[in-house]
């Protein structure tokens, strides 16, 4: 049996079911209850989760329940995120209702998600082995991320890993791409036919807007893979393409420095970081310019 | 000086050592924090883990495969002085 889509839930119905009983959205391997009264989170539920499935409300175990809703009216409109009706974030300008609601679910997902091993990063999959790119913001790592998902790598979260410490393997969480600033018109630029949802202005990292997960990549959510790069990512403005080796204790320790949870999951996720470093060439990597960015990673050699 | 001083690992249990040949990573589990270590400390630390208690001297020796001179011992031991400031061995 098929199951329903957002895009296949009229603007009405789904206006109306974000307002009462709430949709259970499956972003594999989470399961979300959302509810909003607010227009422009149906709005960016309807441009970036088009393809997502729409579980039944009633047989659905939900991992979390979210929301978010008007704060204040005056003197200007605000809204605020809510999960399990608590409330554990200040209200933002309510132009920022939907990038809230994604910072809100990776919120969830990296504060009480401990059955996998988190890792601030991009990640992608090329030719069945993970690439995976921590770095801090600034970095240029999302706009990276989104540039060599429309080159043909396959996305499997623009925001964390999400390590199996059993299998060693990264499972997808594939979520839309967050761009910031410049890079919103340089990735548009790049695809005009790509779909983004509302642009969030002003925000405590300027100006943000979501893009729409590649069908392939949404897919093929269920396909977990072993890692083989770990790359350090830097935006230099012009700086020419460069990538250097990098020691695999150093990188273990920056990885470790990227967890959410390395430190709730102490042996064994030392252990599984270990193993990941194991498995994977090390890399620093610095770029000025989108296209040679993706020509060094399309050359990057699979270790043995 | 110190070269009668015996030094060991009581928590050994705590500690995992991975090793790679540029560098080397010890992760304590009983305080969660990671040290990186080069290739001589970590050699050092390996052996630690695995001995009772020992001379300067005497893990000099096993580190180097040979009679250690007193140049030798000197660097053994300043490594350990370092393990134990980082609470990692003891006197």
């Known amino acids: 049996m098929t199951s329903q889509t957002i895009s296949g839930i009229s603007d009405d119905a789904l206006t109306h079911r974000l307002k009462t009983e709430g949709i259970v959205l499956e972003a594999f391997p989470f399961v979300f209850r959302i509810k909003s009264p607010l227009a422009i989170?149906?709005?960016?539920?309807?441009?970036?989760?088009?393809?997502?499935?729409?579980?039944?409300?009633?047989?659905?175990?939900?991992?979390f329940?979210?929301?978010?809703?008007?704060?204040?009216?005056?003197?200007?409109?605000?809204?605020?995120?809510?999960?399990?009706?608590?409330?554990?974030f200040t209200p933002l300008a309510a132009g920022e209702a939907f990038a809230f609601l994604e910072w809100g679910m990776n919120w969830c997902v990296t504060g009480y998600c401990h059955s996998f091993l988190t890792i601030h990063s991009a990640v992608l999959e090329r030719a069945g082995r993970v690439l995976i790119m921590p770095a801090p913001?600034?970095?240029g790592k999302s706009t990276l991320c989104a540039a060599l998902v429309l080159s043909g790598w396959r996305l499997l979260s623009d925001e964390m890993a999400l390590l199996d410490t059993r299998t060693g393997l990264v499972v997808p969480s594939p979520r839309p791409i967050s761009l910031k600033n410049k890079s919103i018109d340089i990735i548009r630029g790049?695809?005009?036919?790509?779909?983004?949802?509302?642009?969030?202005?002003?925000?405590?990292?300027?100006?943000?807007?979501?893009?729409?997960?590649?069908?392939d990549s949404l897919a093929r959510a269920r396909e977990a893979a072993l890692p083989a790069w770990v790359v350090f990512p830097q935006y230099?403005?012009?700086?020419?393409?460069?990538?250097?080796?990098?020691?695999?204790?150093?990188?273990?320790?920056?990885?470790?420095?990227?967890s959410f949870n390395q430190t709730v999951m102490g042996r064994a996720g030392f252990e599984a970081l270990a193993r990941l470093i194991d498995s994977s060439d090390c890399y620093d990597f610095t770029y000025g310019r989108l296209d040679e960015a993706i020509e060094v990673f399309s050359n990057l050699p699979i270790p043995r | 000086m110190g070269q009668g001083q015996i030094w060991h690992c009581r928590r050994s249990a705590d500690f995992v050592l991975r090793e790679w040949p540029d560098a080397s990573v010890l992760f304590d589990d009983a305080t969660g924090s990671f040290h990186c270590l080069n290739p001589a400390a970590?050699?050092?630390?390996a052996i630690l883990l695995k001995s009772s208690a020992r001379s300067a001297s005497s893990l000099a020796q096993e580190l180097l495969g040979e009679q250690p001179d007193a140049h030798d011992v000197d660097m053994v031991e300043?490594?350990?002085?370092?393990?134990?400031?980082l609470n990692l061995i003891e006197q």
């Open chain 1, 65 to 88: 329940h979210v929301a978010v809703v008007s704060a204040r009216r005056v003197p200007r409109p605000l809204c605020v995120f809510e999960v399990d009706g608590a409330r554990p």
């Open chain 1, 137 to 139: 913001p600034g970095s």
């Open chain 2, 42 to 45: 970590a050699g050092l630390m």
């Open chain 1, 236 to 258: 230099k403005a012009e700086a020419d393409a460069s990538l250097a080796l990098r020691s695999k204790a150093t990188s273990l320790v920056q990885l470790a420095d990227n």
């Open chain 2, 78 to 85: 300043n490594v350990l002085k370092e393990f134990l400031s």
């Open chain 1, 190 to 215: 790049r695809a005009p036919e790509a779909h983004f949802g509302p642009i969030a202005y002003d925000t405590m990292k300027g100006t943000v807007a979501h893009m729409r997960v590649p069908a």
């Open chain 1, 41 to 63: 989170v149906r709005e960016g539920l309807q441009a970036v989760y088009a393809d997502y499935p729409v579980l039944p409300v009633d047989s659905t175990f939900v991992d």
